[in-house]
């Protein structure tokens, strides 16, 4: 068993982290660019160690998140997180995205987050840890299941948000196109303007006519060291030590 610390998060929660789960900028990006209103019920497929669904609780205060990850340590660390910080309106879920749970809110919820993995099976250079494995590569989930899973939990009008790398754009579209989440709006991120980007963010909306808007890009670096904008983001956080990690 791996052994777990804890890193605070902009001073107001301790987050258990471990080295098969923990966390990097992809995760304040995405739940940045999700931005749930007070009264929205949201998801996080795939959650780790809750990252996200504690970002978004801190920045935005949805009214329920739910956060879901087939590994049971993830959910564990998460479970610590939630029970440290006394947090009532996180529930921490072990379950398979592709079957969900038994009481999941079917096409009741709001928001739907998921930074999945980025590689496809068998593409590129896997890692050694099973939990890395799982967290970057395709192995127990596709970019399909995940948007099949945002599909049946989303209300009509509700929205799917993904991050990914920008060689996964087609198959990202394709895959929310096939599940009737049609994709709004798309930011492209990198690191400075001269750099192509390393990551892209997208909206889609479930139900939704055919219209997608692209956002000005995000730039990780400014003239003197990181960017005014991702320092927004981040409001504070151990912004060195977050930077071109992934869970």
Known sequence: MSEYTFESLRNEIDICVSDEHKFGTDAFLLADFASPRRKDKVCDLGTGCGIIPLLMHISFCPSVIYGIDIQQQAIEQF???????????????????????????LGMLDVVTCNPPYKAANAGIESFADAHKIARHEILCNINDVC?????????????????????????????????????????????????????????????????????????????????????????????DYLNKKD
Not at 162 to 177: F, G, Q, T, W
Not at 199 to 205: A, C, M, R, T, Y
């Open 79 to 105: 479970n610590i997180t939630v029970k440290r910080n006394k947090l009532e309106n996180i529930f921490p879920v072990h379950a398979d995205l592709k079957e969900l749970w038994s009481n999941a809110p």
């Open 148 to 240: 099949r899973a945002a599909s049946r939990l989303l209300k009509f009008g509700g929205k799917l948000c993904l991050c990914n790398r920008p060689e996964r754009l087609a198959d990202v579209i394709s895959a929310m196109k096939a599940n009737d989440i049609e994709p709004k709006t798309a930011r492209f991120v990198s690191k400075t303007p001269a750099d192509a980007p390393w990551l892209f963010l997208i909206e889609g909306k479930k139900g939704g006519k055919s219209f997608m808007k692209v956002l000005p890009q995000l730039y990780i670096n400014g003239s003197d060291g990181f960017s005014e904008e991702l320092l927004n983001i981040y409001g504070g956080g151990k912004t060195n």
